[in-house]
């Protein structure tokens, strides 16, 4: 996939397309203290695509940025979260990939995070729609998400999106939790890596699924 563009509005919402300036991951996990990255792929319109979520915490707050891939316009939708911009934790944004317009969605509002992680682990929806079929749900409030993006509700309340890779970028503890999922519809582990640094000399790495120690 190509980098995301870099650029944020006053109003903490920005659309930018190919014309825009571009910003290499590392420079933005430079910029992020803490940065959760997931792509997964998705049907627009019969053709596949791939979209990625990236959360972000800084010391200036949370961000969440949605990009869609277009081998021929890539788009993205921005959305900078501060803690002084509540209005900012909800709204919905359109942009246009594929030839078609793509509605964006997002309550974050209520939303509660695990220690450390700007990812969202409840209370919360990402959903992007496309002539009313969701083609991207994230978060627990799916029944929220429909009636918000009056999409067809077809039983169970899901989309069809496969999720692909994650990548995160943590900063400032010794241990870090997560989930993690090794196949498309395997089963959730609890994954767990600790930083030994008794030894400041020889400092050590310790990474354990479900608890059961995998290498140091």
Same mark, same amino acid.
């Given at each position: ?106 309550? +974050? /509002?209520?939303? #509660?995070?695990? &220690? ?9 929806? !990402?959903?992007?729609? *496309? ?38 970028? +943590? /900063?400032?503890? #010794?241990?870090? &939790? ?9 089963? !959730?582990?609890?994954? *767990? ?24």
């Amino acid at each position: 996939m190509r980098d995301f563009p870099s650029c944020f509005s006053e109003n903490g919402v920005q659309v930018a397309d190919s014309s825009s300036s571009f910003a290499s991951s590392s420079t933005v996990t430079k910029t992020a203290q803490n940065l959760v990255t997931c792509l997964y792929q998705c049907r627009i319109r019969g053709r596949s695509c791939l979209i990625t979520v990236s959360w972000t915490k800084t010391l200036m707050g949370l961000g969440l940025a949605l990009g869609i891939d277009d081998s021929s316009h890539h788009c993205l939708c921005r959305v900078e979260i501060k803690p002084w911009l509540f209005s900012k934790k909800k709204g919905s944004r359109s942009l246009e990939a594929y030839s078609c317009k793509i509605d964006v969605y997002w309550d +974050l /509002s209520s939303a #509660k995070f695990g &220690s450390g992680s700007p990812e969202p682990q409840q209370g919360f929806y !990402v959903a992007a729609v *496309v002539d009313k079929q969701m083609i991207l749900l994230l978060g627990d409030m799916t029944k929220e998400a429909f009636k918000k993006t009056n999409a067809s509700a077809i039983l169970p309340l899901t989309s069809s999106a496969v999720f692909v890779a994650k990548r995160e970028h +943590l /900063s400032g503890k #010794k241990v870090f &939790s997560t989930k993690a999922q090794f196949c498309d519809n395997g089963q !959730v582990h609890d994954l *767990v890596l600790e930083c030994d640094t008794i030894g400041v000399s020889d400092p050590c790495l310790m990474v354990r699924v479900d608890r059961k120690r995998c290498c140091r």
